[in-house]
């Protein structure tokens, strides 16, 4: 290993974030910073690291796609057979990370997660390309497979079942919306002295509040 990345610097600049001009509910902040994201980060705006952790307590950390966002949480879609799945089963609590580097930006979201709507997993399955909507069959998250042979075998297969006809939403694959219990808003600045104004719900209402950088 020959690359030095130990002496790799950036400079950050950015307009800052001030008590006062806050709004008190972070959801209006989360929404402005994310549709400037998806505007400047193009298709990668909405992607974000999701953390979970297992039965022994364990953290595991991936990138999933955020899917929608309301006043009731952060919603995605995955397969409930995954790891992911099976964390979140047993410790439905989360953490997501958005990072823009455009925009000198990070996002930090922790909470509790549930199952979205059956009615809303389906409207979203329904709008997917229906190549995506093959791929919920086809792929059986987290297991081992012999190699992609397995993979391909698979799509013929499914899509020799389907030929001709409207594909189901799989009944192991749906949403999850993670209900906001903190939200921590990061905004680079130089030499290292970052704006991050961390929300915390407390009892029923949003308290807000600077952090060291």
Known sequence: MTRKIADIRRDYEGGQLEEDKVPADPMVLLDEWITLALDAEGDDGNAMTLATVDSQGLPHARIVLLKGYDESGLVFYSNYHSHKGSELANVPHAALTFWWPSLGRQL?????????????????FNSRPRASQLGAWIATQSV?????????ERQHRFEQAYEGQEIPRPVHWGGY?????????????????????????????????????
């Open 108 to 124: 930090r979201v922790e909470g509790r997660v549930e199952l979205v709507a059956n009615d809303e997993s389906d409207a979203y």
């Open 144 to 152: 081992v497979i012999p190699g992609r042979t397995w993979i391909e």
């Open 177 to 213: 919306r993670v209900i906001p219990e903190m939200i921590e808003f990061w905004q680079g600045q130089p030499s290292r002295l970052h704006d991050r104004i961390r929300y915390e719900l407390r009892d029923g209402r949003w308290h807000f509040f600077r952090m060291a950088p």
